[in-house]
């Protein structure tokens, strides 16, 4: 079993090889504006995952997709040929969703912002239900203990 040190080198690697081929090799007209962002290799060096984004919408994701399956042999056998291992591992492309994740964020952060600012500006209106300070004062204390005896 391979330590996990070698199979990050690894998927580092593989994740240049995948980006050059397709800049370079890969003349797909279906193939859009990828990025390949994460790689992931299992621990016995047999599998790697390879997680890339697509500019673009639904319909561009979906061409680049099988664009993706369809050059998987061609990249495939070039990782083999720049990675110099034994057993080439067998690659699976999966769109990453990062993007949208970020985007869910966003909003979800610009909703709390949103929220944050009413409740400051009730706060700003707000009024005491009784007094503005309804605690005892040890001074206060001492006041009325004299006045009782």
């Not at 580092?12 to 370079?24: C, F, G, K, N, Y």
């Not at 390949?36 to 919408?57: E, I, K, N, S």
């Not at 706060?123 to 006045?147: I, L, N, V």
């Amino acid at each position: 079993m391979a330590d996990s040190a070698r199979a990050r080198k690894l998927a580092e690697r593989i994740q240049q090889v995948v980006a050059q081929m397709l800049d370079t090799r890969v003349k797909d007209p279906r193939l859009g504006f990828v990025t390949v962002t994460d790689v992931r290799v299992t621990g016995d060096l047999q599998h790697a995952d390879v997680f890339y984004t697509v500019l673009g919408d639904d319909e561009e994701r979906a061409a680049s997709a099988k664009a993706l399956e369809s050059a998987k042999g061609i990249i495939r056998s070039e990782v083999g040929k720049q990675t110099g291992i034994r057993l080439t591992p067998t690659l699976a492309f999966h769109l990453d969703a990062v993007p949208e994740t970020a985007a869910h964020l966003e909003q979800a952060l610009a909703e709390a912002a949103r929220r944050d600012a009413e409740v400051q500006a009730l706060a700003k209106a707000a009024s005491y239900a009784g007094e503005a300070d309804p605690y005892r004062r040890a001074e206060e204390d001492d006041e009325t203990d004299e006045a009782q005896a």
